[in-house]
């Protein structure tokens, strides 16, 4: 069974008009995969770039602050934003990791090999 965008939902051959029909849909199918892909490592790159950045700047802010540590409250400000968004930064990632094996096994069954019988 493969998606068919025509109908926006799981489809048999015959439900998409036979072998030509389902082709369609399977090309319809990759390349929404390859959209998803696409999109899904414009945000694994933003992801990382925020922890990049998040890092940078506590880096900076330890190293400037003068005076006892556990007293500066901006900083202890700073070290909890950063610790949220590093737990949800991670969770995005392990979320876009596990959406990538998805995307790459789905885009297997749509080799040139595996759709010989589509035509």
């Known amino acids: ?31 929404e995969l390859e ?5 899904l490592l414009k ?10 950045e998040l890092e940078d700047n506590l880096l900076y802010r330890l190293t ?15 070290l909890r934003v950063t610790k949220e968004t590093a737990i949800d930064v991670k969770e995005k990632l392990t979320t876009a990791a596990e959406t990538e094996l998805r995307i790459n096994s789905a885009r297997e069954e749509f080799r040139p090999g595996k759709l010989s019988s589509v035509k």
């Open 64 to 78: 400037s602050t003068e005076g006892s540590l556990v007293e500066d409250e901006s900083l202890i400000e700073v």
């Open 35 to 39: 959209a998803e892909r696409t999109s």
């Open 43 to 52: 945000e694994v790159t933003a992801n990382k770039r925020k922890m990049k």
């Open 1 to 31: 069974m493969a998606i068919c965008c025509q109908y926006g939902r799981n489809k048999t051959t015959e439900d998409c008009g036979g072998n030509k029909q389902l082709s369609n849909c399977v090309v319809c199918t990759v390349k």
